[in-house]
DNA sequence: ATAATAAGTTAGATTGCTCTAACAAAAATA
DNA sequence: TATTTTTGTTAGAGCAATCTAACTTATTAT
């Protein structure tokens, strides 16, 4: 149905919109390493086929149309990755760049057995959620670790802007999901956090780290 | 490395090769569903490339690298095909289109990992060799279903030329790889064999199906 | 051997996706 | 507010992969 090329642009605007509901040519460009010229026109594709919103010098934002076809790729791309996980024993930080692959495979049948096999996952292995075969998709309401404060014990319950680099960074102190954290101090002039957690010593994450993992309370 | 197009072409004249070691512009065009004169366009670009012998007028011929070349391609193919089948249940009647597409995957990782979680298979679900990963390939000396003369007990061991439709047909017979058969007549004016196997009542089978059944004699 | 048919080639156009260079609008800064 | 910087757009070119139309060579049939 759309290219190859398409489904990548629509994806990115997707990305970029999960955050501000709205996406921009330059970051767009950035993001997919395509000069601004070459998106602005893939911009007026999209908007002809009805997937996006496009008025000159404004940020486009998807149309129902493209936010459905955009989670149904996302969907792919999640179901792919939990697949490599949980069914071919990769590493959550070695997943990406196949399923970045394998997400434009036309063949409803293959992501249907993935699912069926996995037991109808709704979370990916980084923890973001599993668009359903509608591509509805809903986040649970989790926090940054940021945002915590000292005294609060939390569970790693997901990683936004997961690159391998950070998921392996992660791996390095043993930190996964479902990790309980306990939050010992913060540094108030650069936001540097202490933590503990699997009975190890005490570890310091840089606010830029702790802006990346998203937290639960800890349930009693 | 070389484009999706270029794998789809390097892969055509591999397979037209198997049987006369060379192809022609004619017949490629047919396969690929592609008009001759794009196809002559791109045998020039092979030629290029070093992966293929091109003189005018004349069928072309793969060269040692891109018989390597094609060679991997199938590789991912065939190595696709039996994980479809052997991890994910399906039948060998519906993996050959999203073989198609998975075996333009990136990732040597990918496939090294679906090679060791089936435990280094030397042959597809159709029976046919995986090249290994240096791409040499070799067929065990089986025969046609055509050259087997009444009395004869034969093991099935492969299929060739094997379209969905043509497998269906093996599948509502319960014929598959392994099935013994026993040659009762044979029609001598239009080929057509009569067998029997698995203690069914006998079954008629024409000529064009045995042309597409490989065999082994039934080992005592 | 000649004519007819099939196969292969050349030329030129089209579409998708990319680029650079130049220009225009919007936002940030002085 | 005026200037500078950033962002967005237009114009025009290039390459990969495809096509149709016209032509040439090879093969087959008469």
Redesign the interface.
Known sequence: MHSYTEENYLKAVFNLSAIKGEANVNELSRLLEIKMPTVNSMMKRLAEKGLIVYESYKPVRLTAKGEKAAALIIRKHRLTEMFLVE????GWD?VH??AE??E????P??FA??DE?LGFPKLDPHGSPIPDKNGKMEWTEYHKLNECKPGDTVVFKAVIHSSDDFLKFLNARQLRLGTVIKVKSVESFDGTMTVEYSKRAPEMLSQLVCDRILVAPKKK
Chains 1, 2 share one sequence.
């Open positions: 069914k071919m024993d990769f070695e760049d196949i692959q394998i434009h495979v036309q063949s049948d293959f057995k993935m096999l």
